[in-house]
């Protein structure tokens, strides 16, 4: 079992920066492959960046590339999306996310899911 909380979200104008954070406990966190997503009102879930939680290359969606970093921090059990010249287009509640062994795009291959956070990119 993993739990993950998210942090972090809140309301930027266009061009701002935000970080977001994602507490992680449980067991065998380094076997996980871990996501950010985001969910716009009307819209699909999307994936955003990941990368495994043991290390390794992370992976961005091409609208985020140059302007958002995903990072952890084993010591913390925290993984962050560094987010920054946000958009309107970001506004989106934000989930952080978990799979075991293996990466995806698909958020109906992630095991474990926070609860979300809102952020809000006004023009």
């Known amino acids: 079992q993993v739990q993950l909380v998210e942090s972090g979200g809140g309301l930027v104008q266009a061009g701002g920066s935000l970080r977001l954070s994602c507490a992680a406990s449980g067991r065998f966190l380094g076997s996980y492959y871990m996501g950010w997503f985001r969910q716009a009102p009307g819209k699909e879930r999307e994936f955003v960046a990941g990368?495994?939680?043991?290390?390794?290359?992370?992976y961005y969606t091409d609208s985020v590339k140059g302007r958002f970093t995903i990072s952890r921090d084993n010591a913390k059990n925290m993984v962050d999306l560094q987010m920054n010249s946000l958009q309107p287009e970001d506004t989106a509640v934000y989930y952080c996310?978990?799979?075991?062994?293996?990466?995806?795009?698909?958020?109906?291959?992630?095991?474990?899911w926070g609860q979300g956070t809102q952020v809000t990119v006004s023009s």
């Open positions: 990368m495994p939680w043991s290390g390794g290359s992370a």
């Open positions: 996310a978990g799979k075991l062994w293996g990466d995806s795009l698909r958020p109906l291959e992630y095991d474990y």
